[in-house]
Nanobody, 122 residues
Framework: EVQLTESGGGSVQAGGSLTLSCQVS????????WGWFRQAPGKERERVAH????????YYKDSVKGRFTISRDKDKNTWYLQMNNLKPEDTAMYYC???????????????WGQGTQVTVSS
């Protein structure tokens, strides 16, 4: 069974920081695209960031550029989303995801974490 286990969410004040982590089972570790998504109440799920492991190429949603950083630790089967200078608009349920294509999609990932809540107060 493919499993993604994520953690690191919580409640912080604006300007604070959090780091999310996602650990994958061995049978999903060959995925080429590792991503982070979020969904706020009443809104569609959106891609926040991804990393293509073949080259290390990263993608970031415009509103998080310069504040969020995606990284990976191959030995731990884990990737991370470091979030700095958090804003109330970042409040959402965050999900990690993985898939195999070499061109990383904005949706349609077959493997998902259970979600972790991030709440940012003003």
């Amino acid at each position: 069974e493919v499993q993604l286990t994520e953690s690191g969410g919580g409640s912080v004040q604006a300007g604070g920081s959090l780091t999310l982590s996602c650990q994958v089972s061995e049978d999903a570790y060959s995925s080429n695209c590792w991503g982070w998504f979020r969904q706020a109440p009443g809104k569609e799920r959106e891609r926040v960031a991804h990393i293509y492991v073949g080259t290390g190429t990263t993608y970031y949603k415009d509103s998080v550029k310069g504040r969020f950083t995606i990284s990976r630790d191959k030995d731990k089967n884990t990737w991370y989303l470091q979030m700095n200078n958090l804003k109330p608009e970042d409040t959402a349920m965050y999900y990690c995801a993985a898939t195999y294509p070499h061109s990383c999609p904005s949706r349609d990932y077959p493997y998902w974490g259970q979600g972790t809540q991030v709440t940012v107060s003003s």
